[in-house]
Structure formats: C-alpha cells, structure tokens
C-alpha cells in the first residue's frame, strides 16, 4: 500500500508570494491534519479536514488555508508569505478523525521563504 | 496551551547500550500518548504509544513508561543501533488535537 504522499518536496518563493500544497493520503483514509515543523517549535496543528470538512485548526492566523478533495486529497495554501513561514510541512492521514487513531506521515514539503 | 518538552535535546549512546528519553507534558487531563521516530529526510514514524490508564507499555526493543503524578513519559530503547539515530519526539492528545515536543536528536556512536 503505497504511503502519504506530498508534492512538491521542495519550494523556495520570496516574501508576498501564495504557495499551495498538495498531501495523497493513503488509499481509504478519509482524515488529513495538516502540521508545520520548525527548529525551534518542533510540530505545530495546523488543521484536519475529515470527509471535505474542517474539523479541528490549530493557532495559526488566516493566512494559512487547507482544504480536501472528495478522493481525501488536501491541499493548504499559504498568502502573503512571511519569512517565518519558512518550515517543514507535514501532511498526516488516517482512516478517521480521531487523535486517538494512528496517523501516518508523509515526507513534507520544505518550504522556504527568502 | 499545551506544553510537551523534552529534557535534553541531544543524547548520544553507545551502540548496544540502553537509551533512555525522557519528555515533560503539562495537560494532566492528556489520556493518549505516542512516541515518533524521524530520520533525516523523512516524516514521523509511530514508535509506540501508551494510554493514561497504563503506566508500561512493550514493544520490540522499545519500552515507554509513563508517571502521571509528574507528568512524565519516557522511551527506554534496548541494545541501541546505528539504525536508531533520528530525532524522537513524544506527543499527547486528550482527543482533540496532538501537541508535540520539540524532539531529541540521538545519536548512536558505533
């Protein structure tokens, strides 16, 4: 069974820029949470989407975005990036929306804001 | 907020030692625990994971323990390999979201 997939692995946009990226959960989950990884404040909840709906979102301000597709697949999008912003992007799926349900990682996109 | 730390940041171990490590959670009411394993280039892989009404849990090689009265979980890994040298991070949950630490790189020394 083919794992969690995120495209692209790698990004480099400048400050001001939108950036939009794409996590394949693994076939027959239906949940995709969405993390940022930094140094310094390891993995941080960005959102889960369950079924096409948000169902739980992390501090984050509104420029950070997600939404999911009807075969599971997420997208998150990110406006007027900052140079903050620069980190790992995890995508995580699992077969349902619970915290209490193992969830598998993919390998991140590394976004990085110059 | 939550608050999920790690006491060191860095361990390094002999291999074929024993390595312990060590995390500090803050939410008492926090009833779901998992330990992660990421290598370099890669994302989270699921260790283990131990729920709030066990205080032990076993895996292979792997062994968490959890103390509620401090708020304290640790994964013990036995006969530590090269293979074993990534970043650990633990996690909690209380079923809403996970919080996670920042993690502790270990290295195994051959």
């Known amino acids: 069974k083919a794992g969690v997939t995120q495209t692209p692995r790698y990004l480099i946009k400048t400050r001001g820029q939108q950036v939009t990226l794409s996590c394949s959960p693994i076939?027959?989950?239906?949940?995709v949470s969405w993390y940022q990884q930094t140094p310094g404040q390891g993995l941080q909840f960005l959102f889960e989407y369950f079924s096409e709906t948000q169902r739980n979102k992390g501090n984050f301000p509104g420029r950070f975005s997600g939404r999911q597709f009807s075969n599971s697949r997420s997208e998150m999008n990110v406006s007027t990036l900052e140079l903050g912003d620069s980190a790992l992007y995890l995508c995580a799926s699992s077969l349902i929306s619970s915290s209490y349900n193992e969830q598998f990682f993919g390998p991140g996109t590394r976004l990085t804001v110059l | 907020g939550e608050s999920v730390g790690l006491h060191l940041p860095t361990l390094s171990v002999q291999e074929g030692d024993n390595s312990i490590i060590n995390c500090a959670y803050s939410?008492?009411?926090?009833?779901?625990f998992i330990w992660y394993k990421q290598e370099s280039g890669k994302g989270p892989q699921f260790i283990i994971d131990i729920r709030s009404n066990m205080d032990k849990r076993q895996g292979q090689r792997v062994t968490v323990l959890l103390n509620k009265t401090v708020k304290h979980l640790s994964l013990q890994i036995a006969a530590t390999q090269p293979g074993d040298s990534a970043v650990y991070f633990c996690a909690e949950t209380t079923g809403n979201q996970f919080y996670f630490g920042t993690g502790t790189s270990l290295t195994v020394i051959p």
């Open positions: 939410n008492s009411a926090s009833d779901y």
């Open positions: 076939s027959g989950h239906r949940s």
